[in-house]
């Protein structure tokens, strides 16, 4: 329809008359009769614009950012604001630039982009390109020294000393999950924590041994190890309870090294290829899911030490219950007792903490457990030499090893073996750190960088395989005591590392005397906050689909495993974004009685269709893996409402489709042919630059002609109208007379208004 059509002119005549007499407003509906209140409300905001020169000025360098964000230039994502000087160029040649790039086409090329990609001025200005300035950026510990004083060293170095000493039971905790010897969670409590106090942004993150991490490796390595690493196991006569671990020690220890190597190495490699976003693709009801199915089969992992006997090991944790339940008339009810009342104790700790704000409290619980146990062991000897009942031994000490040796007995067969479990715990690891030092800064109003979390987390796991740390990550429970505690800066995490590796050095022979059950209860009593049942019962209630994901996640990690439980969450949540894409919102509008407004039908039930024509809004772009869901979806409510009323005409609404490819372009030519045949003629309206310059080099609008394209839906409707009625003109004329009447009570509303100012 040509844009100088009386229709058009009536449309923009009413909106002028409705500017003119209540400046209030210009939107359409501003000449309609909604309630007085309301409108005497509106009368009173005055709209404010911005200058003309301003907003073409504002267009044209937005116009720019958007070409090099669809360049690739934002990979970092923090270019998104632009200083107000420039010291290159003149305001004059500024102008000039950003006037014939207004006059141009929307669509830049390479090099006109590039001609005008200095009136884009970076988000840092030159005194912050310095070389001081970059070593801020990725040494953030660095700050300290500008920003540190008496008080808040005090207060980290408190902080980190509660920190220290609640870390030390549990790295021990912890590495008795993964199987390993207890030494080997001190030495993962030492350099990745020094090392991410130098690199992360995060102030309060405390980095180490954490027990999710530590499951997941003894569910990669317990059994994984082939026939080329672990010959023993599977050449000689072993008993039903033997373990990878235990047969094959050296070999197991080599491996858990190598996957901190490897996994800081995906780390790396994911900063540098700036992988952050791939996150987005995790939704959060599928990690909470996995997360709390992990802390379950962590809790089932440690009743072996409560019940005092030996339990065969299962790659499936459901089949651990009919072991355990094999097991229970077996059991040492003395170590069953014991471990039940430190649990008990520690869970009591810990909630009157938060109860009382006291944290402290609550953190001190696992040192306290630690000594009343190594007391208990130490004073009551019967219970030295009681059946069931398991301490910790001698611990070796006095230095933190290098693992050296364990580099040279690697292969390139390890490598190739662990590449796919590596990317799992990176994965995990990543997760569970960024997500708690996300939570974090935004309690103190900081903001962190995805890339430089994966450097400092990377950089943490590579080193700390050097000096026999297996995979670390980021400890909620840790991190929650430093900010509860005081920690204000990177300070609190070398004070935690500092006194984790005196207790490393000196303190070894202090816990020769620690049963196993104290590290159980210690276990059970951190990782109940995991199990995020109050998030299940929040998805019940807001959407069912993300509580079935939820559940899914859960029975999978809690049935199949957390190798296979993680496998089961990544492919979940990517199964819900590609549905999601391919099945976009179709909405089917109608119009709200008195308006020119089009609703879709499930947001505003006061509506009628009208009569002969079907208005349908597709919600998302147009590939080739949902155009076909789109096309029948169309033919559908199309048959639907042709057994009520027959349609003549079909308006599809392109707002929210940005951009299409070349099958929907093909399809959409399809679509409009087979309407054809049958009868009924297909509109396109408010379709964007981009999506409409696709459809002219595809050739789609040659094939709709312009006589079926209309900027707005109403104008279409409009339109449609006149060709249903065989008086176009009086079917005019009928539409106009009606927009003169809402006109003319709309001009009686103004002088209510107005009389109602008057009067107040």
């Not at 005549?13 to 007499?21: D, L």
């Not at 109003?445 to 590579?462: C, H, K, P, R, Y």
């Not at 089961?568 to 976009?584: G, K, T």
């Not at 409707?717 to 005019?732: M, Q, T």
């Amino acid at each position: 329809m040509d844009s100088q059509s009386p229709a058009a002119e009536l449309q923009r005549a009413t909106v002028r008359f409705c500017e003119e007499e209540t400046s209030d407003s210009e939107d359409e509906e501003a000449a309609l009769p909604p309630a007085s209140s309301s409108l005497f409300t509106r009368a009173n905001c005055q709209t404010r614009y911005m200058s003309q020169s301003d907003s073409k000025t504002a267009a044209a360098l937005l116009l720019l950012r958007q070409r090099q964000i669809a360049l690739g230039d934002l990979i970092s994502g923090d270019c998104l604001k632009f200083l107000a000087e420039d010291e290159n160029l003149s305001d004059s040649e500024e102008e000039e630039d950003l006037s014939k790039l207004m006059r141009m086409d929307r669509k830049l090329s390479l090099k006109e982009y590039q001609n005008r990609r200095h009136l884009l001025r970076p988000l840092r200005s030159k005194s912050q390109e310095t070389l001081r300035a970059r070593v801020f950026q990725r040494l953030p510990l660095s700050r300290l020294c500008q920003e540190a004083t008496w008080g808040s060293c005090l207060s980290d170095a408190v902080a980190g000393l509660t920190v220290g000493v609640m870390g030390v039971p549990e790295s021990l905790s912890y590495a008795n999950i993964a199987s390993l010897p207890f030494e080997y969670g001190l030495y993962a409590l030492v350099v990745p924590q020094f090392i991410y106090s130098l690199l992360g942004q995060s102030r309060q993150l405390m980095v180490g041994p954490v027990a999710m991490l530590s499951l997941l490796l003894h569910a990669g390595l317990e059994g994984g190890l082939d026939e080329h690493q672990c010959p023993l196991w599977y050449n000689q006569t072993r008993g039903e309870l033997e373990l990878q671990s235990e047969v094959c020690r050296e070999k197991y220890i080599d491996m858990a090294m190598l996957m901190s190597m490897m996994s800081g190495c995906v780390l790396l490699l994911a900063c540098v290829l700036q992988l952050g976003f791939l996150l987005k693709f995790l939704g959060h009801p599928v990690v909470s899911g996995f997360s709390s199915g992990s802390a379950i089969v962590i809790m089932m992992s440690q009743l072996k030490n409560f019940l005092g006997v030996k339990v065969p090991e299962s790659e499936f944790p459901i089949l651990m219950l009919y072991y355990y339940a094999r097991a229970v008339p077996h059991c040492q009810p003395v170590t069953l007792g014991l471990g039940l009342l430190f649990t008990l104790g520690l869970l009591c700790l810990r909630k009157l903490g938060q109860r009382f704000k006291l944290r402290v409290l609550g953190s001190l619980g696992p040192l306290l457990s630690c000594a009343l146990g190594v007391l208990l062991i130490y004073l009551c000897k019967p219970l030295q030499d009681l059946p069931g009942l398991e301490y910790m031994g001698e611990i070796p000490g006095g230095n933190l090893p290098l693992s050296v040796s364990s580099f040279s007995r690697w292969t390139w067969w390890d490598v190739k073996c662990n590449l796919p479990f590596s990317l799992s715990v990176a994965l995990i690891g990543f997760l569970e750190a960024f997500a708690t030092a996300q939570s974090l800064a935004k309690q103190h109003g900081q903001q962190l960088s995805s890339s430089q979390e994966m450097l400092a987390l990377g950089a943490a796991n590579i080193l700390g395989s050097v000096w026999t740390a297996y995979p670390s990550s980021g400890s909620f429970s840790r991190s929650a005591v430093c900010n509860s505690t005081g920690g204000s800066s990177q300070l609190a995490g070398l004070v935690s590392a500092g006194l984790s590796l005196l207790a490393l050095l000196y303190l070894t022979p202090l816990f020769y005397y620690l049963p196993k059950f104290v590290l159980a209860a210690i276990v059970v009593s951190s990782v109940t906050k995991l199990v995020a049942y109050d998030v299940a019962i929040s998805l019940f209630k807001v959407k069912k689909s993300d509580f079935l994901m939820w559940v899914t996640a859960f029975l999978g990690t809690l049935c199949l495993g957390p190798l296979l439980g993680i496998g089961l969450a990544v492919l979940l949540s990517l199964a819900v974004v590609i549905y999601e894409s391919v099945h976009p919102q179709i909405q089917v509008l109608w119009r709200i009685e008195g308006t020119n407004s089009y609703r879709s039908i499930q947001q505003d039930p006061n509506g009628a269709f009208i009569d002969g024509v079907f208005i349908v809004r597709i919600g998302g772009s147009l590939y080739f893996a949902n155009v076909a869901y789109v096309e029948e979806t169309l033919l559908t409510f199309i048959e639907d409402i042709n057994a009520i009323s027959k349609m003549e005409y079909l308006i599809l609404d392109f707002t929210p489709v940005t951009t299409a490819d070349f099958s929907a372009m093909e399809a959409l030519r399809d679509v409009v042919q087979d309407f054809r045949h049958k009868g009924v003629q297909v509109a396109f309206t408010c379709m964007g630059d981009r999506l409409e310059r696709g459809f002219q080099r595809f050739g789609l609008m040659d094939f709709l002609s312009e006589e079926w394209c209309f900027p707005s839906v109403h104008e279409a409707v409009v339109y449609c109208i006149c060709r249903c009625n065989k008086d176009p003109k009086g079917s005019f004329q009928q539409e106009m007379e009606t927009a003169l009447r809402e006109l003319e009570r709309a001009e009686a509303q103004v002088r209510q208004l107005r009389n109602l100012q008057g009067r107040t």
